[in-house]
Nanobody, 126 residues
């Protein structure tokens, strides 16, 4: 049974930083896409950043140069370092993982086909 458990959310003032973590267990695949997605009230879920098991990363334009996704492959822990946070970054952040069958190491920001965590709230005040 695949489980993803996020931690590290919280409240911070604009310009501040947070680090999210996600522990992935029961995930048997050796090639994967993992990522962070977020959903604000009244808005659709959007992809924030993804990372392939080979290390290739992909970011939404809105977070480039401010957020960094990384992973501990051996322990299957996913991270999201967030800096220069803005009020518009406020949302429920979800960790996600899916198998990568294709030879490409690119992971899109589409939210299709993932296992999901329960989410962690990030609130940025102005």
């Amino acid at each position: 049974q695949v489980q993803l458990v996020e931690s590290g959310g919280g409240s911070v003032q604009a310009g501040g930083s947070l680090r999210l973590s996600c522990a992935v267990s029961g995930f048997p695949y050796i090639r994967w896409c993992m990522g962070w997605f977020r959903q604000a009230p009244g808005k659709e879920r959007e992809g924030v950043a993804t990372i392939h098991s080979d290390g290739n990363t992909n970011y939404a334009d809105s977070v480039k140069a401010r957020f960094t996704i990384s992973q501990d492959n051996a322990n299957k822990i996913l991270y999201l370092e967030m800096h220069s946070l803005k009020p518009e970054d406020s949302a429920m952040y979800y960790c996600a993982a899916k198998v990568s069958y294709v030879s490409s190491t690119f992971c899109s920001l589409s939210d299709r086909g993932f296992y999901w965590g329960q989410g962690t709230q990030v609130t940025v005040s102005s």
